[in-house]
């Protein structure tokens, strides 16, 4: 099930793409699904790896680097080199638990503000690797939490339109220089 795919977990002065940033219109675009997993499909997923590498992140979808395609890679443990990331072509989540549970969340996207969201625990989720093969998985806790952040990307959805705590959305946004009228609430 992990990656194929070889990294170092290293960071890299000039990583190979530019991570776009809330207010970008690239981030609020659906992505479309990838019809074909190749070679093309496998290099931007290794040069999103490096750039979430080098950017301390868990997790990155391909929106945030400007590529309009259902590709996310994630990679809880970066700091053990022997853990491979997860790379989800085209994920679809088929279950999640009753059972939900609030913890803090951060984005590459929106660098500096981390603020409480809320989650199911676990999930069930149907992707392709990167190798084209269906898959499916189950996650639990930060791993879960991680696909769930990301995959919300791939339909223009960033973590901050789920907070539910209005005031400190709005003083974290303020104080990293975002606007508030960037986000893009969703309720229930």
């Known amino acids: 099930m992990a990656a194929t795919i070889q990294v170092e977990k290293t960071k890299l002065k000039n990583p190979p793409l530019d991570i776009h940033t809330l207010g970008d219109r690239v981030l609020r675009q659906p992505a479309k699904r990838v019809a074909k997993v190749d070679n093309a499909l496998r290099d ?18 391909a929106p945030q680097v400007a590529v309009n395609k ?64 269906p898959q499916k998985m189950q996650a639990a806790d930060l791993l879960a939490r991680c696909i769930l952040h990301e995959m919300d990307h791939l339909t223009g959805v960033m973590f901050v339109d789920r907070v539910n705590n209005q005031l400190a959305l709005t003083q974290e946004l303020q104080k990293n220089g975002f606007s508030a009228g960037d986000v893009k609430a969703i309720t229930g």
């Open 44 to 61: 931007l997923a290794y040069d999103m790896l490096k750039t979430m590498y080098s950017s301390d992140g868990i997790g990155l979808a």
């Open 70 to 133: 259902q590709l996310i890679v994630v990679d809880t443990d970066p700091e053990n080199a022997a853990a491979p990331p997860l790379i989800l072509v085209n994920p679809k989540v088929i279950r999640t638990s009753k059972e939900q549970c609030t913890d803090q969340e951060g984005c590459l996207s929106i660098p500096g503000v981390y603020l409480d969201v809320v989650r199911p625990t676990a999930i069930e989720v149907s992707f392709k690797d990167e190798n084209g093969r």
